[in-house]
Structures are given as C-alpha cells and as structure tokens.
C-alpha cells in the first residue's frame, strides 16, 4: 500500500498518511479517541436525517392589505365592476346634469347635480319660484288612471284636452282670455260667465263657418246655428202717429169696470178702473179665467200644509205642456218625488213614488222604450240614458238575444263553465290572459263525421275535416318496395303539390284505403303507394314498418317509419 503510511508514535498513537484519491477505514476501540491531524477532500453528501421537532410559533405579524385596491362595485339593477388587476382604475363619470369633481388633499370625490329645475312632485308640494319646463319640441301628456291623454300641450305649444276643460270662477264667474300677439300689446278678447247662473247651459257650436253677415242663433236647447238677420222692412211712426193709433184702440173700448180715453192733447191715455166690488175670487163660487193666467214670476201656494188640487172634469186630463217639468224638494234633505197612488176608493191610499238621489253628480236624462216589451224583461240602459227592454238570464235554461259578454270582473277572467251531471266538475272555455285583436270564430251549421276535427280557414270560419284529408289520394312519395327507393326517407303527401301541401314524415293520418285491423303493424306494400298489414315476401322485397292501424274501416293510421328495414333473398 505505497499510498498510505501508517507511521507509529509514542504511546498508542499511529500517524496515518493517505494520498489523494484514497480511502482508508479506521476503527479505534471504544476508548482510544482517533485524531485527524489534516483533512481528506470533502466526500459525497450523507443521506437526510429525521425530521426534527416543529419549532414554537412566532409571534403575529402585521396586518396585510388586499393587493387589488377594489375587487367588485356593485349597484342595484347594474353589471359589476370587477377589478381586473392590482393596478386596475375605477373611472367615475357624471351624466346629464350631473358633475364629479374630487379633492387630492382630503381624498374626497363630490357628485353633484346641475339641473336647476323643480321636481315634479310626487305627494303635494309648493313651488319655491317661477319655473320653466322646455318641452325640446315633445309633447307633454297627462295621464290619469287608466284614462290616457287627458291633457297635453304639443311641442308648438297647443293644449289638447281630451276629457274636456273646466274653469272654475272664485268670487266671480270664470273668464278665458285670449290675447292678441305679444308684438301688438296684451289686449285680449275675454269670453266670461255670469256670477250667477240657475242652471247649466251647453251650448253647442256649428260644425262649419256661416256665410258673410250671418249671426248664431239658438235653437233653445243650446244648438246654434247661423243664420241670416231678419231685415227690417217696416216704415218707422212718429210718436204722434203712434200716440193717435193707441188712443184709437182704447178710446170707446168699455171692457168691463175699465175706462178708457185719450188725451190728444198731451198725448195721454186715461184709464178708469172701478172699485171691483164683489169680483173677489174669494167671494166666487166658480170663478173662470178669460184668459191665460200668468204667474209673473210668482208661485201658486198654499196655506197651512193644505193640498194643491187639480181635478179636471169627467176624462179631462191634466196636461203640463214644457220641455222642463221640475219636482223640487221643499228643502233640507229631501227631494222631488212623482207618486202614483192607488184607486181613490182604498183607505188609506198608498203609492209607488219615483225619486231621484240625494245627490246627482251631473244631469241625466233617461229616455223610455216605445213599446211595453215581453214578460220577464228589465229595463237596461246603454250608458247615455236611452232605455231598452231586455231579457235577463234565468237561473234555468236561459235565453241569450245579440251578443254575451264575459269580461273580467274583479280581477277574475271571464269564463264559459260547463258542468257534468253532478255538478262536481266542469269544463271551462275562455280566452288567453293576453289577446292581441278581437277574433270571431265561426262554428259550422252541423255535425261532422266520426274522428273528424274542426279546422280554421284562417278567417274565423271553422269546418270538420279529416285529419290529414287534404286531397283524395294520400300516397307515398315513394313507388314500390322492389325498387329500392323506399329504403330512405319515407313520408306521406298532404296535397296534390309536395312543395304546396307539404309531406307528413310523422303522426296520425287518414290515408284513401283501410290497410288492416286496429292495432295491425304496417309495411311499404308492394302496390306503389300503398300501405299494408302484410309483409311483403317476394325475392328483392323491402320489408320495412311504417307505423300502426288506427281504425279498421276509415283508413287511419299512426304513421311512423322504422329506420331499418330488411331485404327479401331467395
């Protein structure tokens, strides 16, 4: 071993040498210590030792922030921001009439609104100046309930009131003014209403522009119209000549206790009436008008509650001849009544009364039918006061007249309920919850035939027809099963013109001949065209299913063709 010297020392010690590149072992006894005096070139890496003890935990760090300086800004009704980075910006924008402006110093952003104009008021409110509202040539719409349109003022600045316009006078009657341009002043033409008024006039405009010189003139019932002025074409009196025809009627003229003379002299007419000594109505056991009696503005009264009676002779009848006879209450909380009472004869006599409310909201006029209608009718009104006779449904086998209506009543939809015989169940018709257009459907004059169904011409007209009874020969589009075209797409014309009438591929069909019993499996036959019970057997044959019988006599089937299908070899 030239390269290792063992050199031996005092006492139990033994100098080694080794040279490079060479290993040695040394094994000293458990109580000899070995000491390397230089060491040997680094060796290979022992292998990783065990596991050591977890050590204490450290004490809490500080507090760490979010590297995003937001993750999500969410608003109601809106997309989410969503931070796309740790350096992604959120850009703040102001929109119509609103600014943002932000302070660096406080770290503040300030939204603020630029509008100017009042809130249209949700609830009451009071304005706090003049305001303008700029219709930025759009019309502004009032809308109330389900009345649309009731008022609008269009973008030329044109008011439109579709429910009508009221004025309502305070202290005095209402006044509309309409003024002349503001270049020429602000004189106006004023069309004003009484302070006071018995009642309500309408007076209702002509529908066109009258000729030149014409004038409006009333009917009386507030129509007017225009009419020529009536000319003038009587020679005007001097006051003598008037004077001397007067005093020519009266003077002579003796009626009863009057006296009559004129005086040429001064123009005067001298009338003489006497002391009218026992004329008194009073003191008249049958007094008798000569003539017209006028009220002049006064009632016909009573004293002490007594009765106004008007008692015409024998079949006299009382006649009240005006286009407004009036029943006003004597005040308070009653009203005028008509009452119609029992035969005289009857003690005490009792009455059927006719009475209007308390309180009337506008005027109404209630017009009767002219005849006496059938038994069991009721009056009904068309909503503008002409009355008709009508037959009210009865509980029992009902008769309907014109037209039924079933409308929605209290949130609940309109329906037609049948019910079976127990009444237990019932079958209900009615329309969708949403119908575009009024639709009239049309029902056919009588019955079909057995399995037909009702069909529409798209007009509202319905008639029975057959299903799938388009034309007289349903055939196949294919011919036979021999001559290898019925091994793909199979279907059933439904017209004379494939691309016309179109071609069923699936579903119940009535085809021109009956093709075996009910629930019989159908095949491709080997007539063109045709659909039979029997399989086909011949050399060459398709033997493919095609669907079921439906019905023996009729020729309905459930056509539904197999996708596979077998070939017929000797």
């Given at each position: 071993?030239?390269?290792?010297?063992?050199?031996?020392?005092?006492?139990?010690s033994?100098?080694?040498?080794?040279?490079?590149?060479?290993?040695?072992?040394?094994?000293?006894?458990?109580?000899?210590?070995?000491?390397?005096?230089?060491?040997?070139?680094?060796?290979?890496?022992?292998?990783?030792g065990?596991?050591?003890?977890?050590?204490?935990?450290?004490?809490?760090?500080?507090?760490?922030?979010?590297?995003?300086a937001?993750?999500?800004?969410?608003?109601?009704?809106?997309?989410?921001?969503?931070?796309?980075?740790?350096?992604?910006?959120?850009?703040i924008?102001?929109g119509?009439?609103?600014?943002?402006?932000?302070?660096a110093?406080s770290?503040?952003?300030?939204?603020?609104?630029?509008?100017t104009?009042?809130?249209i008021?949700?609830?009451?409110?009071?304005?706090?100046?003049?305001?303008?509202?700029?219709?930025?040539?759009?019309?502004?719409?009032?809308?109330?309930?389900?009345?649309s349109?009731?008022?609008?003022?269009t973008?030329?600045?044109?008011?439109?009131?579709?429910?009508?316009?009221?004025?309502?006078?305070?202290?005095?009657?209402?006044?509309?003014?309409?003024?002349?341009?503001?270049?020429?002043?602000?004189?106006?033409?004023?069309?004003?209403?009484?302070?006071?008024?018995?009642?309500?006039?309408?007076?209702i405009?002509?529908?066109?522009?009258?000729?030149?010189?014409?004038v409006?003139?009333t009917?009386?019932?507030?129509?007017?119209?225009?009419?020529?002025q009536t000319?003038?074409?009587?020679?005007?009196?001097?006051?003598?000549?008037?004077?001397?025809?007067?005093?020519?009627?009266?003077?002579?003229?003796?009626?009863?206790?009057?006296?009559?003379?004129?005086?040429d002299s001064?123009?005067?007419?001298?009338l003489v009436?006497?002391?009218?000594?026992?004329?008194?109505?009073?003191?008249?056991?049958?007094?008798?008008?000569?003539?017209?009696?006028d009220?002049?503005?006064?009632?016909?009264?009573?004293?002490s509650?007594?009765?106004?009676t008007?008692?015409?002779?024998?079949?006299?009848?009382i006649?009240l001849?005006s286009?407004?006879?009036?029943?006003?209450?004597?005040?308070?909380?009653?009203?005028?009544?008509?009452?119609?009472?029992?035969?005289s004869?009857?003690?005490?006599?009792?009455?059927?009364?006719i009475?209007?409310?308390?309180?009337?909201t506008?005027?109404?006029?209630?017009?009767?039918p002219?005849?006496?209608?059938?038994?069991?009718?009721?009056?009904?009104?068309?909503?503008?006061?002409?009355?008709?006779?009508?037959?009210?449904?009865?509980?029992?086998?009902?008769d309907?007249?014109?037209i039924?209506?079933?409308?929605?009543?209290?949130?609940?939809?309109?329906?037609?309920?049948?019910?079976?015989?127990?009444?237990?169940?019932?079958?209900s018709?009615?329309?969708?919850?949403?119908?575009?257009?009024?639709v009239?459907?049309?029902?056919?004059?009588?019955?079909?035939?057995a399995?037909q169904?009702?069909k529409?011409?798209?007009g509202?007209?319905?008639?029975f027809?057959?299903?799938?009874?388009?034309?007289?020969?349903?055939?196949?589009?294919?011919?036979?099963?021999?001559?290898?075209?019925?091994?793909?797409?199979?279907g059933?014309?439904?017209?004379?013109?494939?691309d016309?009438?179109?071609?069923?591929?699936r579903?119940?069909?009535?085809?021109?001949?009956?093709?075996?019993?009910?629930?019989?499996?159908?095949?491709?036959?080997?007539?063109?065209?045709?659909?039979?019970?029997?399989?086909?057997?011949?050399?060459g044959?398709?033997?493919?299913?095609?669907?079921?019988?439906?019905?023996?006599s009729?020729?309905?089937?459930?056509f539904?063709?197999?996708?596979?299908?077998?070939?017929?070899?000797?």
């Amino acid at each position: 071993m030239s390269d290792i010297t063992v050199t031996t020392q005092e006492g139990n010690s033994v100098e080694v040498t080794v040279s490079a590149s060479t290993s040695v072992d040394v094994t000293a006894p458990s109580d000899s210590p070995i000491t390397v005096s230089e060491k040997g070139p680094k060796g290979d890496t022992g292998a990783t030792g065990a596991t050591g003890a977890t050590g204490a935990t450290g004490p809490q760090g500080p507090a760490g922030t979010s590297p995003n300086a937001f993750t999500t800004i969410s608003v109601a009704g809106q997309d989410d921001v969503v931070a796309d980075s740790v350096d992604d910006t959120l850009t703040i924008e102001g929109g119509t009439n609103v600014t943002v402006t932000t302070n660096a110093s406080s770290d503040t952003i300030t939204i603020a609104s630029t509008d100017t104009n009042t809130n249209i008021y949700g609830t009451d409110g009071s304005l706090t100046g003049n305001r303008t509202v700029d219709l930025n040539s759009n019309n502004l719409t009032f809308d109330s309930g389900s009345n649309s349109a009731v008022a609008q003022i269009t973008s030329v600045g044109d008011g439109i009131f579709t429910r009508g316009l009221t004025v309502k006078g305070s202290g005095s009657g209402a006044q509309i003014s309409l003024k002349e341009a503001t270049s020429n002043g602000t004189n106006a033409v004023t069309v004003k209403a009484p302070d006071s008024l018995t009642s309500s006039p309408t007076f209702i405009l002509p529908d066109s522009d009258g000729s030149a010189n014409q004038v409006l003139k009333t009917d009386g019932s507030g129509n007017l119209s225009f009419v020529d002025q009536t000319t003038d074409t009587n020679t005007q009196l001097t006051t003598e000549q008037v004077q001397d025809i007067v005093g020519g009627m009266f003077t002579g003229n003796t009626e009863t206790r009057i006296a009559a003379t004129y005086e040429d002299s001064d123009g005067t007419i001298d009338l003489v009436v006497d002391d009218m000594t026992g004329t008194e109505v009073a003191n008249d056991s049958s007094p008798q008008l000569g003539g017209d009696l006028d009220v002049n503005g006064n009632s016909i009264v009573s004293a002490s509650g007594g009765n106004i009676t008007i008692d015409p002779d024998g079949t006299g009848a009382i006649i009240l001849r005006s286009d407004d006879i009036r029943f006003d209450g004597t005040g308070g909380v009653t009203t005028g009544q008509v009452k119609l009472y029992e035969t005289s004869i009857l003690s005490p006599q009792h009455f059927i009364a006719i009475q209007a409310p308390l309180s009337v909201t506008a005027d109404t006029t209630l017009t009767l039918p002219d005849g006496a209608g059938s038994a069991g009718q009721v009056l009904s009104t068309n909503g503008s006061g002409t009355l008709s006779w009508t037959t009210v449904p009865t509980s029992n086998n009902p008769d309907f007249f014109g037209i039924l209506e079933l409308k929605t009543v209290g949130g609940t939809q309109g329906e037609f309920i049948l019910y079976d015989n127990d009444n237990s169940n019932y079958i209900s018709i009615k329309t969708p919850s949403v119908v575009s257009s009024n639709v009239d459907f049309i029902l056919p004059g009588a019955d079909g035939s057995a399995n037909q169904v009702l069909k529409t011409d798209g007009g509202g007209n319905l008639s029975f027809d057959t299903v799938g009874d388009v034309i007289d020969n349903r055939k196949f589009t294919k011919t036979t099963n021999t001559d290898g075209t019925c091994d793909g797409l199979l279907g059933i014309a439904l017209g004379a013109s494939s691309d016309t009438n179109g071609v069923l591929l699936r579903g119940m069909v009535t085809i021109d001949h009956d093709p075996g019993a009910v629930g019989d499996v159908l095949f491709v036959s080997t007539t063109a065209g045709d659909i039979t019970s029997t399989a086909p057997s011949g050399t060459g044959d398709i033997v493919r299913i095609v669907g079921y019988c439906l019905d023996a006599s009729n020729g309905q089937i459930w056509f539904n063709p197999d996708g596979a299908f077998v070939e017929v070899t000797s």
